[in-house]
Each structure stands twice: as structure tokens, then as C-alpha cells.
């Protein structure tokens, strides 16, 4: 069993750079591959970015490539996704996402463990 808990979300002009993060519990974070994923107001869950369980292989969606980095700190049990160039389309409750395995995967459904999720905004 893994939990995770988000922090960092927050009101930023656009343009500007947030960072969230996401801590999980348990000893076998090292095991996981991590996702984040957002919500829009009034949309489906989207995929955002991924990395895999040592770290040294990450995929993102193509929105966000060159402006977001996601990375991990397997000593802290710890995941980051590092938001620069925000835009409003930015404007999410973001959620990060934990699975058992060595695959990065993409849709929400293969993810087994998932935080409450932190509001992002973004304002114009």
C-alpha cells in the first residue's frame, strides 16, 4: 500500500514557475513508477509526465515538454514536478500517481495509488 500526499499548488501569474510535490509513504517507493496527471475545470484526467523508478528515464506530454520537469528523490520518497512558463490552460487540480512496475505508462487507469490532488491556477 502506498499513499501519497501533494503540496505546493497555489495562484501564479502567467509566465511565472511552481513547483509540486508529491510524498509517498511505505518503504517501496524505489519499486514505483511515478505519473502526474491533471484536471481542468471540467475536463477528463490528462497525462503529464512520467519517470521511471531510478529516475534516468521520464516521458511528458507534448504541452508541456520544455516547460515542465518531473524528478524524483528516492531517499525522501518524494516525487517533483517542476512547472516554468505557466500558461492559464495550466489551470488543473494536479494529481500524482504510483504503480508497481517498470513501465511508463500514461493513462490514468494503470496507475493503482493516486494523492488527493493540489490546485493549480494560473491566472491571464
Known amino acids: 500500500q502506498v499513499q501519497l500526499v501533494e503540496t505546493g499548488g497555489g495562484l501564479v501569474q502567467s509566465g511565472a514557475s511552481l513547483r509540486v510535490s508529491c510524498a509517498a509513504s511505505g518503504r517501496t517507493f524505489s519499486t514505483h513508477v511515478m505519473g502526474w496527471f491533471r484536471q481542468p475545470p471540467g475536463k477528463e484526467r490528462e497525462f503529464v509526465a512520467t519517470?521511471?523508478?531510478?529516475?534516468?528515464?521520464?516521458h511528458y506530454t507534448d504541452s508541456v515538454k520544455g516547460r515542465f520537469t518531473i524528478s524524483r528523490d528516492n531517499a525522501k520518497n518524494t516525487v517533483y514536478l517542476q512547472m516554468d512558463s505557466l500558461k492559464p490552460e495550466d489551470t488543473a487540480v494536479y494529481y500524482c500517481?504510483?504503480?508497481?512496475?517498470?513501465?511508463?505508462?500514461?493513462?490514468?487507469?494503470?496507475?493503482?495509488?493516486w494523492g488527493q490532488g493540489t490546485q493549480v491556477t494560473v491566472s491571464s
Open positions: 519517470i521511471s523508478r531510478s529516475g534516468a528515464n521520464t
Open positions: 500517481a504510483a504503480r508497481n512496475d517498470i513501465v511508463l505508462y500514461t493513462t490514468p487507469s494503470q496507475y493503482d495509488y
